[in-house]
């Protein structure tokens, strides 16, 4: 085979590979050889040609590919669509300082329920799997902006809750599609820092929606407008998203084989590019034991885990990040514009966590230092006195760090998880409990606004009353308690990598062990796989 032949420069990234002595290959690897991934279709006709990805070849594919995907490129990239991941949520953070409660009459918890796509994760997973990947995540981004215009015209609680539904349809696709470009694309050294940059433009949605919404807030105040303006924020956001999404449609290529910005020629060593990986570049076809190793990888459920008790907190704080504001003793439109620096914090966060983590191959355990900084910042609001609402803000400010273990662990589903199948389906159970995670952490604040006038309908400093409940410790230390629980389950599965690639790298040593032609494209499984090497 062509890439057999593959000359691979001695500085690149390197996994132990054994010699293929005289031998067997293990059980399992046979058993589940006969179904390969797409990626064997780049070398179809290719047999005795020679393929060279030397270190300038390499550098330069990657220089191309990221000026496509990235948002340091030309191109439309999924940073840019990922930009919009957070809309709804900081769209609906925004609206409820402007007047969406009294205007579509919520009261009581109404607000805390336009919640999230729990329920459509892992058909999505499937049809991500199933279907052309660009081509169904630019549908579903489409149809997410449509249907966000769609909360301009909602009237009641009942007509939010659906047009809500349909939102978690369709947003649903957007981070596993993108963890999956991620995988596709880029060498696992490389996925750290290109999951954190285009993850970070969450941020920059809080700092770009924050602006709008103040601009909005502000003109509406002065001049007047013919409709309120918590509905123009959701014209303008869901319209600027379908737009995107309809040139995403016709620049992203599903996969390396259909990317019209790459020759024929690079086209295969792009894919040739990521072999290291261990997993190629995707397989359409549903395997059940790959669904029964998900299910059964103590991994599955140690991301899970995460992702549903680091997301209590983020639950409150990313939905009602605005009325936390307020609640420091700002006004509700100094809230839109005083929420802006936590999503510079966010980018800086996420970037420097996903190069360092690539730098250093450790990616679990320096994504724990935003972490760190936000059980500091949460300390901060705790302690400091009420009165003291430059120092709270500031600790606020600090917990918007938070998500850099979360967005490591995505990266690590791209890296560490193989087999189209367990790969989709972790991806389903990670976004699931995440979801199941913003849910839980609503309650607390749900009971906080029980407290108040159950007529009351307007946000402001009085709806956390300092002689209603001065600390609200209850919620804030189970935040801290929940990120405490967090840093732990993180040290567990830096261990637990670390301990398997000693197994592997010992089944490997093995006299009796060989490596098949081609292992790299045959869909094999992270735990079957004797080759794969878990990143850290």
């Given at each position: 085979m062509a890439s057999e032949k593959t000359a691979v420069p001695l500085d690149m990234e390197k996994e132990p590979i054994s010699p293929e002595v005289t031998g067997t290959a293990p059980e399992e690897v046979l058993k589940h050889a006969n179904d390969a991934d797409e990626a064997m279709k780049a070398f179809a006709g290719q047999e005795g040609e020679l393929l060279v990805l030397d270190e300038a070849t390499n550098k330069r594919l990657l220089r191309k590919i990221d000026m496509n995907l990235m948002p340091y490129g030309h191109g439309l990239t999924p940073s840019m669509i990922a930009k919009l991941t957070n809309a709804p949520e900081t769209t609906l953070s925004y609206a409820s300082v402007m007047g969406i409660r009294k205007d579509i009459h919520l009261t009581g918890d109404n607000y805390q329920w336009l919640g999230?796509?729990?329920?459509?994760?892992?058909?999505?997973?499937?049809?991500?799997?199933?279907?052309?990947?660009?081509?169904?995540?630019?549908?579903?981004?489409?149809?997410?902006?449509?249907?966000?215009?769609?909360?301009?015209?909602?009237?009641?609680?009942?007509?939010?809750?659906?047009?809500?539904?349909?939102?978690?349809?369709?947003?649903?696709?957007?981070?596993?599609?993108?963890?999956?470009?991620?995988?596709?694309?880029?060498?696992?050294?490389?996925?750290?820092?290109?999951?954190?940059?285009?993850?970070?433009?969450?941020?920059?949605?809080?700092?770009?929606?924050?602006?709008?919404?103040?601009?909005?807030?502000?003109?509406?105040?002065?001049?007047g407008s013919a409709i309120a303006p918590w509905k123009i924020v959701f014209l303008v956001t869901g319209l600027l998203t379908s737009t995107i999404g309809c040139i995403f449609l016709f620049v992203m290529p599903d996969n390396q084989l259909n990317a019209r910005w790459l020759s024929k020629h690079d086209r295969i060593l792009a894919v040739e590019r990521v072999r290291i990986n261990q997993q190629g570049i995707g397989n359409k076809n549903f395997k059940m034991y790959q669904l029964k190793e998900a299910l059964t990888d103590p991994m599955t459920w140690a991301?899970?885990?995460?992702?549903?008790?680091?997301?209590?907190?983020?639950?409150?704080?990313?939905?009602?990040?605005?009325?936390?504001?307020?609640?420091?003793?700002?006004t509700p439109e100094q809230s839109l514009l005083y929420g802006t620096p936590g999503g510079a914090v966010e980018v800086v966060a996420l970037i420097l966590c996903g190069y360092l983590g690539d730098r250093?191959?450790?990616?679990?355990?320096?994504?724990?230092?935003?972490?760190?900084?936000?059980?500091?910042?949460?300390?901060?609001?705790?302690?400091?006195?009420?009165?003291?609402?430059?120092?709270?803000?500031?600790?606020?400010?600090?917990?918007?760090?938070?998500?850099?273990?979360?967005?490591?662990?995505?990266?690590?589903?791209?890296?560490?998880?193989?087999?189209?199948?367990?790969?989709?389906?972790?991806?389903?159970?990670?976004?699931?409990?995440?979801?199941?995670?913003?849910?839980?952490?609503?309650?607390?604040?749900?009971?906080?606004?029980?407290?108040?006038?159950?007529?009351?309908?307007?946000?402001?400093?009085?709806?956390f009353r300092p002689k209603d409940q001065p600390r609200y410790k209850p919620a804030e230390i189970t935040i801290i308690v929940c990120w405490g629980a967090c840093i732990v389950d993180l040290l567990f599965i830096w261990w637990y990598y670390r301990n398997q690639n000693r197994k592997k790298a010992g089944l490997r040593a093995q006299p009796h062990y060989r490596k098949l032609e081609n292992q790299e494209w045959l869909d094999l499984t992270d735990r079957e796989n004797p080759e794969f090497v878990y990143t850290l």
């Open positions: 999230r796509y729990i329920a459509w994760e892992y058909p999505t997973n499937r049809l991500l799997q199933r279907l052309p990947l660009a081509k169904y995540s630019s549908l579903c981004i489409i149809m997410w902006g449509l249907v966000l215009c769609c909360m301009a015209a909602v009237k009641n609680f009942a007509g939010a809750v659906a047009v809500r539904f349909f939102l978690g349809v369709f947003e649903a696709a957007v981070t596993p599609g993108f963890a999956l470009f991620t995988s596709q694309w880029y060498t696992k050294r490389e996925q750290g820092l290109r999951t954190g940059t285009w993850f970070s433009f969450n941020g920059f949605a809080q700092i770009f929606g924050g602006l709008v919404a103040y601009g909005i807030a502000r003109g509406t105040r002065l001049h991301f899970a885990f995460y992702a549903c008790t680091a997301d209590i907190p983020n639950g409150g704080i990313s939905n009602f990040f605005s009325q936390l504001i307020v609640s420091f003793g700002y250093f191959g450790h990616r679990v355990l320096i994504s724990c230092s935003g972490l760190v900084c936000s059980i500091i910042g949460m300390l901060l609001i705790v302690t400091l006195p009420l009165s003291n609402n430059g120092g709270r803000l500031a600790g606020y400010y600090m917990t918007q760090a938070s998500p850099t273990p979360f967005v490591a662990l995505l990266s690590l589903i791209a890296t560490n998880v193989a087999g189209y199948t367990k790969k989709t389906t972790v991806a389903a159970i990670y976004l699931i409990s995440y979801c199941a995670g913003n849910i839980i952490g609503m309650l607390p604040l749900l009971r906080i606004m029980r407290k108040t006038a159950a007529d009351r309908i307007s946000i402001g400093p009085q709806t």
